[in-house]
């Protein structure tokens, strides 16, 4: 199964673009990146997935590299209710959704 | 959270002790999940479910057991709870209805587990 690496955190400054990137160079043909995002000790949130297009909703933009080796996240003006932490995933065979450490974003005012 | 319900929020027992985690939903979705989530470790599969009796083994899944009689409830047991299984766990559930052919999960609020 299609594995991801993420930084482990990150720095932005409010109102600024995020952009979190994640390598995921074992991911398959027919698997899609997911992002969700986790604050404090709730329940991790998705936020947008994406298969070979690039993505956009009203939380943020997923792009994916044409090889489709890494993505990266955009959020296009951060706030300080963006600060979690936020992770990429590429689902398994049988409907597995693999997490791993993810990045800890902070938003500076 | 979307209809998805985790019993008990708050937990404390003893080491030895049977416990058992119970995940409600009301999205009549096909699949389920239990993660667990420790510090340095983010979020690890424990046990999920593709259907009514249907479970499979995730990437941590010794000393747990889960079973799914109802399309609705996904139990999490931990048969002889020992000090390592203190953890926050999260139940997780999706469905194969995206147009898309994605899945999306949807997680619970959390179980907070104390095992002394």
């Known amino acids: 199964d299609a594995k991801t690496t993420q930084p482990p955190s990150m720095d932005c400054a409010e109102g600024r673009a995020a952009n979190l990137p994640c390598n995921h160079s074992?991911?398959?043909?027919?698997?899609?990146v997911y992002w969700y995002r986790q604050i404090h000790s709730q329940g991790p949130q998705y936020i947008i997935h994406?298969?070979?297009n690039n993505e956009t909703n009203e939380m943020a933009s997923l792009i994916i590299t044409e090889d489709r080796k890494s993505s990266t996240l955009i959020l296009p003006h951060a706030t300080l209710r963006d600060t979690a932490v936020y992770y990429c995933?590429?689902?398994?065979?049988?409907?597995?959704?693999?997490f791993g450490t993810g990045t800890s974003l902070t938003v500076i005012p | 959270d979307a209809g998805i319900t985790q019993s008990p929020r708050h937990k404390v027992t003893e080491t030895g002790t049977p416990v058992t985690l119970r995940c409600h939903q009301t999205?009549?979705?096909?699949?389920m999940y239990w993660y667990r989530q420790d510090p340095g470790h983010g979020l690890r599969l424990i046990h999920y479910s593709y259907g009514v009796k249907d479970t499979d083994k995730g990437e941590v899944s010794d000393g747990y057991s889960v079973s799914r009689s109802k399309t609705e409830d996904f139990l999490l047991t931990l048969e002889s709870a020992t000090s390592s299984q203190t953890s926050v766990y999260f139940c997780a559930i999706s469905d194969t209805g995206l147009s898309s052919g994605a899945n999306v999960l949807t997680f619970g609020a959390g179980s907070r587990l104390t095992v002394l």
């Open positions: 074992t991911i398959s043909g027919n698997e899609y």
């Open positions: 994406g298969l070979k």
């Open positions: 999205e009549n979705h096909r699949y």
């Open positions: 995933i590429v689902r398994g065979t049988g409907n597995q959704f693999y």
